[in-house]
């Protein structure tokens, strides 16, 4: 038992997590579609909640982001962190307005603000763990996005894994290099705070080594045109030409609408 949950918690499955959620090599139903579909999909379900006062309407909407994320296979390192978050603001702003002398209505008031935070995450959770970076970038540009910013999100998504390895090397070389505590204290204290130190520490030269990547990928990306085929109609029909809706794009789309529609209106209904 405590070999597996030192195998979960290490280093090694947090990089390999977070390039399975930034290459969406997980699967799932998102991920078979097109991507400009499902950035109109994200866009209805993260403006809806914020359209509505109803608590009985959040919740339902709440419960359809629920679904979208077991559709879209996110994986437990980012629902991890987002139930996480979710809880402790729960909890922080439950006792803030108790301390500071709230009542019922402020807790419904802050269950409101909750239930929209949630359903947006969700959402965002379901849409972007999904798409790729080449289908992401894609996407963008044919909404005329900025080229820059197409390209922007391609190169970071891309860089991830990189930047993964590098700190990994230099946060296990000053490792090597420091000597253990002589007296980790209560709990082990000393060892955590050495453990944190060398965390910050390494974050250092990983800037200087991103730096010299981003100088390094811009000019190999000018001297191949990458501004003026970004900007030139032919090269922006080439780029776009693998983009193609299939019938479960719009069966998904047309199955969304009606499931926002009609959690406002059963929402309404509620007693709550």
Known sequence: MARTTHDVLSVEW???ELLRTAYSTRGGLFSRMDPRVVLAWYLLMALAPWFTHSTGVLALLFA?????????????????????????????????????GGDLGTLVALAELNLKLGAVSMASMAAFVSLDPEKLSDALLWFRAPELLAFGVSYGYRMLP???DEYVTVFEGQRLRHAPVERPGLLGWRVILQWCTLAVTA???????????????????????????????VGRRLRLASLRTAGLDWVVLVVSVVAVLAAYRLGALLPF
């Open 162 to 164: 990189i930047l993964v």
């Open 203 to 233: 974050f250092y030269p990983i800037m200087l080594n991103t730096a010299k990547n981003v100088r390094t990928t811009v000019e190999a990306l000018e001297t191949r045109g990458f501004t003026y085929a970004a900007a030139n109609p």
């Open 14 to 16: 947090v990089r390999l």
């Open 64 to 100: 359809l982001g629920a679904v979208s994320v077991a559709l879209a296979r996110v994986g437990p390192l980012v629902l991890g962190l987002f139930l996480i978050g979710l809880l402790g603001n729960v909890v922080g702003l439950f006792a803030a307005s108790f301390l500071f």
